[in-house]
């Protein structure tokens, strides 16, 4: 595993070099200094942008909203009884943070109820609202984005008694819980390209005769070594890794098997193709990642040309696809032209791309699925915005005849889109990982 540095992360004014992952009290710093980061300089804008002066977010324990969860210090691993947090940005000034809540909630958020001056938890609420005034209250309810749905129906409906009147006030904050979700923050992208590089590190030695004796090693071998070398370097996993294999045979390449009836565990044999697809989580931000790999057979020392070409293949698909990102453009508009693009060229492209950041498959853009290729209606009908990070994901048929089938190349690589364009986090894969048989 090769050394990755924190030069661009600053701490107290302060440039961290180190090797990562970091102890569990460093990784804490870096979580409570982004967090302030992005509540006190992304939050407002985006706030004024959507149109709502206030932000109510309540949450009991063990049933928190996911939004909230991104809002907790990095000591607290749930909300505490019931925890309510208010944000409040006026027209003029700084925004304001306060917690109607039992127990203090980190340094930012100003305790604002005191439970034995005033018993009742709502009526503080009601009074905080009072006194600020807003306009627009919004509440995370949205029948679109799960992400986005996050206060239960019993809260909601307290919330709205003890409101009365003023509950017309109450509005969804669904593009504005969106938007905190999707929107990095310079310190998050200092350490994000960082964080993808642990992914593909980790990837490289799976895919590695450290691991893999062809003849010997099955497939799930592979993917719980995965899973314990995710815990070994104290990180967790958002989803179980899956490693497949295309090979010289009858079998024909099927997206229901792939995505949801995969075969069983296989021998890993010289002359495969090794897929595999994995993800990360560290400092509250996701990996999402698939390569291959190809096992040399005796006398081989690189893949056969037929194999590069259909890398080269699903690279150009990248190519299109990423290129067509533009701001304001919707993620189906953007499928779309890729997929006509990419078949006017002769290539053969499917295209089921997501946001990625607090949650692997995050909210913000759809862009395709993959039993979704005519666009996916309300998540794909959303716009791109600027400073977003998305899970390139994608696959290209090539037919083989060396084979006597097709085969498809499926990628996936994490990437950031901003003013610029779509730049990958930690590059892509351009050759094959290769495995000696021997």
Same mark, same amino acid.
Not at 13 to 23: C, F
Not at 124 to 132: E, M, R, S
Not at 342 to 349: M, N, T, V, Y
């Given at each position: 595993?090769?050394?990755?540095?924190?030069?661009?992360?600053?701490? &107290?004014?302060?440039?961290?070099?180190?090797?990562?992952?970091?102890?569990?009290?460093?990784?804490?710093?870096?979580?409570?200094?982004?967090?302030? +980061?992005?509540?006190? #300089?992304?939050?407002?804008?985006?706030?004024?942008?959507?149109?709502?002066?206030?932000?109510?977010?309540?949450?009991?324990?063990?049933? +928190?909203?996911?939004?909230?969860?991104?809002?907790?210090?990095? #000591? %607290?691993? &749930?909300?505490?009884?019931?925890?309510?947090?208010?944000?409040?940005?006026?027209?003029?000034?700084?925004?304001?943070?306060?917690?109607?809540?039992?127990?203090?909630?980190?340094?930012?958020?100003? *305790?604002?109820?005191?439970?034995?001056?005033?018993?009742?938890?709502?009526?503080?609420?009601?009074?905080?609202?009072?006194?600020?005034?807003?306009?627009?209250?919004? $509440?995370?309810?949205?029948?679109? #984005?799960?992400?986005?749905?996050?206060?239960?129906?019993?809260?909601?409906? !307290?919330?709205?008694?003890?409101?009365?009147?003023?509950?017309? *006030?109450?509005?969804?904050?669904?593009?504005?819980?969106?938007?905190?979700?999707?929107?990095?923050?310079?310190?998050?992208?200092?350490?994000?390209?960082?964080?993808?590089?642990?992914?593909?590190?980790?990837?490289?030695?799976?895919?590695?005769?450290?691991?893999?004796?062809?003849?010997?090693?099955?497939?799930?071998?592979? $993917? %719980?070594?995965?899973?314990?070398?995710?815990?070994?370097?104290?990180?967790?996993?958002?989803?179980?890794?899956?490693?497949?294999?295309?090979?010289?045979? !009858?079998?024909?390449?099927?997206?229901?098997?792939?995505?949801? +009836?995969?075969?069983?565990?296989?021998?890993?044999?010289?002359?495969?193709?090794?897929?595999?697809?994995?993800?990360? #989580?560290?400092?509250?931000?996701?990996?999402?990642?698939?390569?291959?790999?190809?096992?040399?057979?005796?006398?081989?020392?690189?893949?056969?040309?037929?194999?590069?070409?259909?890398?080269?293949?699903?690279?150009?698909?990248?190519?299109?696809?990423?290129?067509?990102?533009?701001?304001?453009?919707?993620?189906?508009?953007?499928?779309?032209?890729?997929?006509?693009? /990419?078949?006017?060229?002769?290539?053969?492209? @499917?295209?089921?791309?997501?946001?990625?950041?607090? @949650?692997? @498959?995050? !909210?913000?853009?759809?862009?395709?699925? %993959?039993?979704?290729?005519?666009?996916?209606?309300?998540? /794909?009908?959303?716009?791109?915005?600027?400073?977003?990070?998305?899970?390139?994901?994608?696959?290209?048929?090539?037919?083989?005849?060396? %084979?006597?089938?097709?085969?498809?190349?499926?990628?996936?690589?994490?990437?950031?889109?901003?003013?610029?364009?779509?730049?990958?986090?930690?590059?892509?894969?351009?050759?094959?990982?290769?495995?000696?048989?021997?």
């Amino acid at each position: 595993m090769r050394l990755i540095s924190l030069f661009l992360l600053l701490i &107290s004014s302060v440039s961290v070099a180190t090797e990562l992952p970091l102890p569990m009290r460093e990784r804490a710093q870096i979580i409570d200094d982004i967090l302030q +980061e992005r509540l006190t #300089t992304v939050l407002p804008t985006l706030m004024r942008r959507e149109g709502i002066d206030m932000w109510v977010l309540i949450s009991r324990e063990y049933n +928190e909203d996911p939004v909230l969860k991104t809002m907790l210090p990095s #000591t %607290w691993l &749930s909300a505490r009884r019931r925890t309510i947090l208010v944000i409040y940005t006026p027209s003029v000034g700084e925004p304001e943070f306060y917690a109607i809540a039992r127990y203090k909630v980190g340094e930012l958020f100003e *305790k604002a109820w005191d439970k034995e001056a005033q018993p009742d938890q709502w009526q503080a609420l009601v009074d905080l609202i009072k006194a600020k005034s807003p306009k627009a209250i919004g $509440v995370n309810q949205s029948a679109r #984005t799960a992400l986005a749905d996050g206060i239960s129906a019993t809260e909601l409906t !307290a919330f709205r008694q003890a409101m009365g009147e003023a509950q017309n *006030k109450i509005v969804s904050a669904q593009n504005l819980a969106i938007a905190w979700l999707e929107t990095r923050s310079p310190k998050e992208l200092a350490v994000y390209p960082q964080i993808v590089a642990m992914g593909h590190d980790i990837i490289a030695e799976a895919f590695s005769n450290r691991v893999i004796t062809p003849g010997k090693t099955t497939t799930d071998d592979v $993917v %719980w070594w995965l899973r314990e070398k995710s815990r070994e370097m104290k990180l967790t996993n958002w989803f179980h890794p899956t490693v497949s294999i295309q090979r010289a045979n !009858a079998d024909k390449f099927d997206h229901l098997q792939a995505f949801s +009836e995969r075969p069983g565990e296989q021998v890993i044999l010289p002359g495969d193709l090794l897929h595999v697809d994995f993800g990360i #989580t560290y400092l509250r931000l996701n990996t999402d990642q698939q390569q291959h790999a190809y096992v040399l057979r005796a006398g081989e020392t690189d893949a056969p040309d037929y194999l590069k070409q259909a890398l080269a293949n699903a690279n150009r698909v990248q190519d299109i696809f990423t290129a067509n990102f533009k701001a304001c453009r919707t993620g189906n508009e953007v499928l779309k032209m890729s997929l006509e693009q /990419g078949k006017a060229e002769g290539l053969r492209p @499917h295209i089921y791309t997501h946001p990625i950041g607090y @949650h692997g @498959h995050a !909210a913000g853009t759809t862009l395709g699925m %993959w039993d979704a290729q005519q666009g996916v209606p309300g998540e /794909g009908d959303y716009p791109l915005h600027l400073n977003t990070a998305y899970s390139i994901e994608l696959n290209a048929a090539t037919d083989i005849p060396q %084979w006597g089938k097709d085969i498809r190349i499926m990628l996936e690589e994490n990437a950031l889109f901003d003013d610029k364009g779509v730049h990958y986090l930690d590059g892509r894969q351009t050759k094959f990982h290769l495995i000696n048989s021997q």
